[in-house]
């Protein structure tokens, strides 16, 4: 019987193997006692011949699988050279699967999914890529089977290439004219050094001119394979069975070796301000300036990550440090409670994001003028922190907060792929996930203020001054 | 690593389970959703969905703007608007839910309001006697009234200020003449500066009673649990019935009426308005529904092909919501200028067509496949769940949102033809135009 795939658990489990017997049993007797975080059963992971990682996950509350594909090749992985090669990649890849999916009767319902405008969704986040789809349970075996098709197998195609030039012109053009897109970019340099991987995600249309099919084609052949993947499938039906789809759909992929330097590895950086200007901050009289400003956060399997979640709900909502504060809140001419339904708020918060390197940030719109006194007020509501650690009615608004974040973040199925994807991903290891909550209810006075001091010491600062 | 027995094993246990079923599964489970009714006439529905450990709440009254009063028109909404503000215990809901890190919404439509919230389930249960203060025991006063009569008058002004907005309020109120669907939702700056704290109390006494609630829920709880949880919150206010509807029924209508509106537009915007059924009729509904789903859906729909496809028109839509009355089909096209009157013609030739010819038996199941996916992916999250199953129980029973593909999925072509006959009729429609500005033309055309 050929070793087709074997359970994974990234670990202590790895080197138990009567643990792996009992989870296993456990599995097949449809019952758990391990911790339960927002989940209620630890899924099981399954590891491909080729390679490819298999998370299934059952969930009958509705009738569509969720599936998150992520490859694990960031923008540092890009090199110079090939800077926006990640996301050409991904816009070829949108033009075949709808290539491939529109018009083919066996995909009726999807195809039918497609035309009401859901159904398929491609990122291209800095530290991965990602596919992100919903599917009736009937056409999930075709949704896999055109998915490792084109992911995995076939050549880019000189007419998808033409169409990612085309799609990614337009986007040029929408990034360009959105200043808070470049001040994010500057934030990042600040955060993250003079890094390769530090570059926008968008590159412009003259620089994806210039790629040469076959340099593409190498990059492909390096970073999109099947080891270099992880497939999350949520859905109504037992996880064997969702695994058993994608056993048959994708274990055709070739076993190409996965390519090391993942997830990328940024030094940490002194605190620093990164300034540019931008001719899309005048319009006529009107004139405006974009700041972010903001902190390095620890990993998601750091033992420190609960309470940077605590601290970073300590900042936001109506009742957070950032609209409490009288100063800023003046600043921005903000009313009391921030902005009412409908109306846009100047004052973003930012984070923490599943990445390799999470960050807490605050953007702002404000005048030229008001750049120092609103900045000054920021560090003011992050001053606040100290105080309002040994606040107990604020520690505990907090914590809820930081409950409620990780299973609001699954209330859709496509959102609970993810959830779990971005997991397997970032925090190695089930028992992250699963002890998380009980984690966040324990965070102390003393662990938050040991995160302040870990992270708020280094501001990172992204401006942009109008033109 | 695994040894290769178990390997071997699982990879069996895998493979010989049966390959999945080619039909679709339910959408919404009759089967998972449980109900009850507490002595005080308050409806209790729950779907309990243990693998994720979230909770979407949702409190549905069985009262809209339908049931303004006379001159009244945007009281239910101001009512619902108010319901934020702080209650007796000093503190909003939204601010409690805000702080648990959840959020919640409210909306007022003609047949029913609607407030839903979402929390990490381990917070739910102590949100139940806020969320019972909030609907039955909420206390208002004239300041908190005249306050938020400003915030609405200043949305009423945002609507307006959009042709879409100001068009769907002309197109109802051309359209109806006798039903209270004719006013706007939000009401007039007239009838909503007109509004006092009395207004409110009386309408929130007679129309926030448990015999005209429903309790929802989608997530992760026990039913057992939030039964019990409801009695103890919800139970102990009186019982009590809302008053009896006694709206003025729309007399059928037999002539084409038309409107013409001079704007500061570049091009023209038309809207084409049909009496339609109501969920008393759930079979020509759902029909209505497959009308819809082939003038408006995918991009071989019928408008598309008849309109952007000729380039007789930049944008279509048709546009059909389910009432607890009879509502409206509606189709609206934004055309350029010279092209209105073949435009208008070629609306006039695809409603013509669904009168006088039946789908095929390919169309129809092509047509009930996109149905099937519209509706599957409308109700993937708790929220939608929940929306879903509270809409229906305001308008007719929550046990129809189960039922509802099934039923759409036995309607013939001959109904759906004879429905095209009964409401989609040659001179039975309404039609407002904005034409963009020219030497004056205002006023209706016969």
């Known amino acids: 019987?050929?070793?087709?795939?074997?359970?994974?658990?990234?670990?202590?489990?790895?080197?138990?193997?009567?643990?792996?017997?009992?989870?296993?049993?456990?599995?097949?007797?449809?019952?758990?006692?391990?911790?339960?975080?927002?989940?209620?059963?630890?899924?099981?992971?399954?590891?491909?011949?080729?390679?490819?990682?298999?998370?299934?996950?059952?969930?009958?509350?509705?009738?569509?699988?969720?599936?998150?594909?992520?490859?694990?090749?960031?923008?540092?992985?890009?090199?110079?050279?090939?800077?926006?090669?990640?996301?050409?990649?991904?816009?070829?890849?949108?033009?075949?699967?709808?290539?491939?999916?529109?018009?083919?009767?066996?995909?009726?319902?999807?195809?039918?999914?497609?035309?009401?405008?859901?159904?398929?969704?491609?990122?291209?986040?800095?530290?991965?890529?990602?596919?992100?789809?919903?599917?009736?349970?009937?056409?999930?075996?075709?949704?896999?089977q055109v998915m490792g098709k084109v992911i995995f197998r076939e050549p880019l195609t000189p007419e998808a290439l033409a169409a990612a030039r085309r799609a990614l012109g337009r986007q040029w053009l929408t990034y360009q004219s959105n200043p808070a897109e470049a001040t994010f970019y500057l934030f990042r340099r600040a955060l993250l050094g003079p890094d390769v991987g530090v570059q926008p995600v968008f590159a412009d249309p003259q620089r994806l001119d210039s790629f040469s099919p076959a340099a593409l084609e190498a990059f492909r052949a390096q970073y999109f394979v099947a080891a270099n993947a992880l497939l999350v499938l949520a859905g109504p039906d037992q996880p064997e069975q969702l695994v058993a789809e994608a056993v048959e759909a994708m274990v055709s992929a070739p076993r190409r070796p996965a390519p090391t330097g993942w997830p990328p590895h940024f030094s940490l950086q002194p605190g620093s301000v990164q300034i540019a200007t931008s001719p899309f901050l005048r319009r006529g009289e009107a004139v405006a300036a974009s700041l972010m400003v903001g902190f390095r956060l620890p990993p998601a399997g750091d033992e420190d990550y609960p309470a940077a979640l605590v601290l970073f709900e300590m900042l936001t909502g109506k009742q957070g440090l950032l609209l409490s504060n009288e100063k800023l809140r003046e600043a921005l001419a903000l009313p009391a409670g921030g902005c009412p339904p409908g109306v846009p708020s100047p004052l973003q918060v930012l984070g923490p994001l599943a990445s390799a390197v999470p960050y807490l940030a605050v953007h702002v719109q404000t005048t030229p003028e008001q750049v120092g006194v609103v900045h000054a007020a920021l560090r003011g509501a992050f001053g606040d922190l100290a105080r309002a650690a040994g606040d107990p009615g604020a520690v505990q608004r907090a914590k809820r907060r930081a409950l409620s974040a990780q299973a609001l973040a699954g209330l859709d199925q496509s959102g609970r792929a993810r959830r779990l994807g971005e997991w397997a991903l970032f925090a190695p290891g089930w028992q992250n996930l699963e002890s998380l909550p009980r984690r966040i209810q324990a965070v102390k006075t003393e662990d938050l203020a040991r995160v302040i001091k870990r992270c708020l010491a280094r501001e990172y600062v992204g401006l942009q001054m109008p033109e | 690593m695994l040894p290769r027995v178990l390997a071997s094993a699982v990879l069996l246990a895998c493979l010989a389970s049966p390959s999945p079923a080619a039909t679709p599964g339910p959408v919404l489970d009759l089967a998972r959703i449980q109900d009850q009714t507490l002595p005080n006439g308050l409806r209790v529905i729950v779907k309990s969905e243990p693998y994720w450990r979230a909770v979407v709440l949702g409190v549905v009254l069985r009262s809209g703007a339908k049931d303004d009063p006379e001159g009244?028109?945007?009281?239910?909404?101001?009512?619902?608007?108010?319901?934020?503000?702080?209650?007796?215990?000093?503190?909003?809901?939204?601010?409690?839910?805000?702080?648990?890190?959840?959020?919640?919404?409210?909306?007022?439509?003609?047949?029913?309001?609607?407030?839903?919230?979402?929390?990490?389930?381990?917070?739910?249960?102590d949100l139940l006697p806020r969320l019972a203060a909030t609907v039955f025991g909420a206390k208002f006063t004239a300041e908190q009234v005249e306050a938020e009569k400003t915030i609405i008058l200043r949305e009423i002004e945002d609507r307006e200020a959009t042709p879409l907005g100001r068009l769907d309020n002309l197109v109802w109120a051309l359209a109806f003449t006798r039903h209270p669907y004719r006013f706007p939702i939000t009401g007039t700056p007239e009838t909503v500066s007109r509004l006092t704290v009395e207004d409110v109390r009386q309408f929130y006494e007679q129309h926030y009673v448990p015999g005209n609630t429903a309790l929802l829920a989608?997530?992760?709880?026990?039913?057992?649990?939030?039964?019990?949880?409801?009695?103890?919150?919800?139970?102990?206010?009186?019982?009590?019935?809302?008053?009896?509807?006694?709206?003025?029924?729309?007399?059928?209508?037999?002539?084409?009426?038309?409107?013409?509106?001079?704007?500061?537009?570049?091009?023209?915007?038309?809207?084409?308005?049909?009496?339609?059924?109501?969920?008393?009729?759930?079979?020509?509904?759902?029909?209505?529904?497959?009308?819809?789903?082939?003038?408006?859906?995918?991009?071989?729909?019928?408008?598309?092909?008849?309109?952007?496809?000729?380039?007789l028109a930049l944008n279509s839509q048709a546009g059909f919501l389910t009432q607890k009355h009879p509502g409206l089909f509606l189709i609206t096209a934004v055309v350029r200028p010279d092209k209105e009157l073949p435009a208008r013609e070629a609306i006039l030739s695809v409603v013509r067509d669904l009168r006088e010819r039946q789908f095929s038996d390919e169309e129809l199941a092509y047509l009930k496949k996109l149905l099937y996916a519209d509706y599957?992916?409308?109700?993937?999250?708790y929220a939608d769940q929940v929306g879903s199953l509270a809409f229906y129980e305001a308008i007719d029973t929550y046990k129809f949102a189960c039922q509802y593909l099934a039923t759409a999925g036995a309607v013939t072509a001959e109904q759906i033809q004879e429905v095209a006959r009964k409401y989609l009729g040659e001179d039975r429609f309404t039609v407002v135009i904005f034409r963009p500005q020219t030497p004056p033309d205002e006023g209706r055309e016969a």
């Open chain 1, 1 to 144: 019987m050929p070793d087709t795939y074997r359970l994974v658990f990234a670990g202590g489990a790895r080197n138990h193997p009567t643990c792996w017997l009992a989870v296993f049993l456990l599995l097949l007797l449809g019952t758990s006692t391990l911790a339960q975080p927002v989940t209620r059963v630890r899924p099981p992971l399954v590891q491909l011949s080729n390679g490819l990682k298999v998370l299934g996950y059952e969930d009958r509350s509705t009738s569509l699988v969720g599936v998150f594909l992520a490859l694990k090749v960031s923008a540092q992985a890009e090199g110079e050279e090939l800077r926006g090669a990640r996301d050409m990649i991904q816009e070829a890849f949108r033009f075949r699967l709808e290539q491939e999916l529109r018009g083919d009767p066996r995909y009726l319902d999807l195809t039918a999914a497609l035309l009401v405008g859901r159904g398929l969704s491609l990122g291209t986040e800095w530290d991965y890529l990602s596919v992100l789809s919903l599917c009736p349970r009937s056409e999930l075996r075709p949704l896999l």
């Open chain 2, 72 to 125: 009244k028109s945007g009281l239910a909404h101001l009512v619902e608007h108010l319901l934020f503000e702080p209650s007796q215990a000093g503190k909003s809901l939204s601010v409690e839910v805000e702080n648990l890190g959840g959020f919640v919404n409210a909306s007022t439509t003609a047949d029913f309001t609607q407030l839903t919230l979402a929390v990490a389930s381990q917070f739910a249960p």
């Open chain 2, 218 to 311: 989608v997530g992760d709880l026990d039913p057992t649990s939030l039964f019990a949880l409801s009695r103890q919150h919800f139970g102990s206010y009186a019982k009590k019935d809302r008053p009896p509807e006694n709206l003025l029924a729309e007399p059928e209508q037999t002539e084409p009426r038309t409107q013409v509106v001079p704007l500061p537009v570049g091009n023209t915007l038309i809207r084409y308005a049909w009496h339609a059924p109501g969920i008393a009729d759930r079979a020509a509904v759902c029909a209505m529904d497959l009308i819809y789903t082939a003038l408006d859906r995918g991009e071989t729909s019928l408008l598309n092909r008849a309109l952007e496809q000729k380039g």
């Open chain 2, 376 to 381: 599957a992916f409308a109700n993937q999250s």
